[in-house]
C-alpha cells in the first residue's frame, strides 16, 4: 500500500511541474500578447517562486498540524484555481502585467505544500531504509510532468492557443487530487488496507508520533512545541538549505529558461525546441528513480554518509563541469544533450536532500524539509529574474558558468551534513 500511495504522490509531482512549467513553453506567446520582453517575463516567473518560497515553512506546519491527506487535496485544487485565472487575465486591461504577477504567486503560494507534504508522508510510511527509493520515486514525478510538458503544452498552443493547455493542466490537477484524498490516509494505522506485516516492516527504526511528552514519573504531560532553536540552529539544516538553494537555481535554468534558450538562442524552431527541451525531464526522471535506488543500497551497503552526503556531493560537481561543457558546444542538438545530461546528474542527488531532512526532522519532517526547500525556491527565483539580465549583458554562456558555480558550491555544502543527526536528539546518533 506504501508504495501505491507513493506512485500516486508520483503523479501529483508531475502535475505540480505541468502547472508550473507550462508558463515557459507558453512564455514566447505570453510575451508578444503582453508586449513584454524576457526580463519582464522573468518577474512573472519569480513572482510563483517568490510565493512558493515564501508558504514552505507555513506549508510544513499546516501538515504537521492537518496531515498530508487533507491539506495536499485543497492545495491541489487552490493549483487549479490560480492556474485557470492565469489563462484568464485579460493583457489589454490596465495593470495586467501586475495582476499576471500576484495570480502566480498565489499559484505558487499553494504548491508550496506539495513536497513538505510528501516529505511527512514519507516520514510516516516509509523505514529509514526506503527512503530514498520513495523520495526518488517522488521527485520522478518532476522529470516526467516537466518532460511531457513541452511536446503537450507546444500541441495545444498550436492546436488551441495557450490558454487552452492552461486549463487542461487545472482539470488534470483536480482530478489527480481527488484521486488522492480517496486513496490516502496521513498514517498507516489509519489505512483499512494496510496488513499488519506492512505495518510492522514501516514502524520499524521509526520515531513515533507523539503530541505530548512527559513531565515527570507521572502522567503529567505537556503539549510539544515546535524546537524552533534546535531546527534553525543546526547546521545540518543550514547547511542542506544552502545546498539546496544551489540545486534549485541549476534546476530553474532548466524550467525555466531552457525551452527559450533552444528557440531564441541556439535557433531551433518551434517544435524542435519543445524535443530537446524534453530531454533534461528525461534525464530528471532518470536520475531520480536511479538515485533514490543507489542512495539506499550505498547507505545499507556500506554507510550512511557515503549514500546520502557523498553521494550527492559528486553528482553536483559532475553538474558543474557539464554545464560549462554545454553551454560551450558548438552544435545546438550537442549543448542540448550535454546540457540534459547535467540535468540528470543533477537529479541523482534529489531524494537525498528529502531523505536527509525526513531522517533529521522526524515528526517535524514537513517542516524542516519545507525550511530546506524554501532556499530551493528562492534560489529559482533568482534564476528565473537573474539568468535573462545575465545573458543580455554578459552572454547565454555566462549565465551557465555561473549555475555551475553554484552546483560546485551546493557540491562542498553537502560535506558539512551528518547523516545520522536528529532534530529531537541532537547529540546522539539515530
Known amino acids: 500500500m506504501r508504495y501505491l500511495l507513493v506512485i500516486w504522490l508520483f503523479v501529483l509531482s508531475a502535475v505540480a511541474y505541468l502547472d508550473r512549467t507550462n508558463i515557459s513553453i507558453a512564455g514566447i506567446q505570453i510575451g508578444k500578447e503582453f508586449a513584454i520582453d524576457n526580463t519582464h517575463l522573468g518577474w512573472v516567473f519569480s513572482?510563483?517562486?517568490?510565493?512558493?518560497?515564501?508558504?514552505?515553512?507555513?506549508?510544513?506546519?499546516?501538515?504537521?498540524?492537518f496531515g498530508t491527506r487533507l491539506v495536499l487535496t485543497l492545495a491541489v485544487l487552490w493549483w487549479g484555481l490560480f492556474t485557470v485565472l492565469t489563462a484568464?487575465?485579460?493583457?489589454?486591461?490596465?495593470?495586467?502585467?501586475?495582476?499576471?504577477?500576484?495570480?502566480?504567486?498565489?499559484?505558487?503560494?499553494?504548491?508550496?505544500?506539495?513536497?513538505?507534504?510528501?516529505s511527512q508522508f514519507v516520514e510516516r510510511w516509509f523505514p529509514m531504509r526506503e527512503r530514498g527509493k520513495a523520495n526518488g520515486i517522488i521527485f520522478g514525478g518532476v522529470g516526467v510532468g516537466s518532460g511531457l510538458t513541452p511536446p503537450l503544452v507546444t500541441a495545444i498552443i498550436v492546436h488551441y492557443g495557450w490558454r487552452a493547455s492552461f486549463w487542461f493542466s487545472a482539470a488534470a490537477g483536480v482530478i489527480a487530487g481527488t484521486v488522492w484524498y480517496v486513496m490516502a490516509r496521513d498514517t498507516p494505522d489509519e489505512h483499512p488496507f494496510v496488513r499488519e506485516s506492512?505495518?510492522?516492516?514501516?514502524?520499524?527504526?521509526?520515531?513515533?508520533?507523539?503530541?505530548?511528552?512527559?513531565?515527570?514519573?507521572?502522567?503529567?504531560?505537556?503539549?510539544?512545541?515546535?524546537?524552533?532553536?534546535?531546527?534553525?540552529?543546526?547546521?545540518?539544516?543550514?547547511?542542506?538549505?544552502?545546498?539546496?538553494?544551489?540545486?534549485?537555481?541549476?534546476?530553474?535554468v532548466f524550467f525555466g529558461w531552457f525551452y527559450i534558450y533552444l528557440a531564441q538562442v541556439r535557433g531551433l524552431n518551434l517544435r524542435t525546441s519543445a524535443l530537446y527541451s524534453m530531454l533534461p525531464f528525461v534525464g530528471m526522471t532518470i536520475g531520480c528513480l536511479s538515485g533514490g535506488v543507489a542512495s539506499d543500497w550505498m547507505a545499507n551497503q556500506f554507510n550512511l554518509r557515503l549514500g546520502r552526503c557523498l553521494l550527492p556531493s559528486f553528482m553536483m560537481?559532475?553538474?558543474?563541469?557539464?554545464?560549462?561543457?554545454?553551454?560551450?558546444?558548438?552544435?545546438?542538438?550537442?549543448?542540448?544533450?550535454?546540457?540534459?545530461?547535467?540535468?540528470?546528474?543533477?537529479?541523482?542527488?534529489?531524494?537525498?536532500?528529502?531523505?536527509?531532512?525526513?531522517?533529521?526532522?522526524?515528526e517535524y519532517a514537513g517542516l524542516t524539509s519545507g525550511i530546506m526547500n524554501m532556499g530551493a525556491q528562492i534560489g529559482g527565483a533568482c534564476t528565473a529574474s537573474l539568468t535573462p539580465l545575465i545573458a543580455a549583458h554578459f552572454g547565454w554562456q555566462m549565465s551557465f558558468y555561473v549555475a555551475a558555480l553554484l552546483a560546485v558550491l551546493g557540491a562542498f555544502a553537502w560535506l558539512i551534513v551528518d547523516p545520522k543527526r536528529s532534530l529531537l536528539t541532537p547529540n546522539t546518533s539515530t
Open 317 to 362: 560537481a559532475i553538474t558543474a563541469i557539464l554545464l560549462v561543457l554545454g553551454s560551450r558546444a558548438e552544435h545546438a542538438q550537442t549543448a542540448g544533450v550535454v546540457l540534459a545530461f547535467g540535468a540528470g546528474i543533477l537529479y541523482v542527488s534529489a531524494s537525498c536532500f528529502w531523505a536527509v531532512s525526513a531522517n533529521f526532522g522526524g
Open 88 to 118: 484568464l487575465v485579460p493583457p489589454k486591461m490596465s495593470g495586467s502585467i501586475l495582476v499576471l504577477v500576484l495570480v502566480r504567486f498565489a499559484l505558487g503560494s499553494g504548491e508550496a505544500t506539495m513536497y513538505p507534504a510528501t
Open 47 to 65: 513572482a510563483f517562486l517568490i510565493g512558493y518560497a515564501a508558504f514552505q515553512v507555513p506549508a510544513g506546519l499546516l501538515v504537521h498540524r
Open 198 to 252: 506492512e505495518l510492522a516492516l514501516i514502524r520499524q527504526e521509526r520515531e513515533p508520533i507523539r503530541d505530548t511528552v512527559p513531565i515527570n514519573s507521572h502522567s503529567v504531560t505537556k503539549k510539544r512545541t515546535v524546537p524552533w532553536a534546535r531546527i534553525f540552529g543546526s547546521k545540518e539544516v543550514l547547511a542542506l538549505t544552502l545546498s539546496y538553494f544551489c540545486f534549485g537555481y541549476v534546476a530553474w
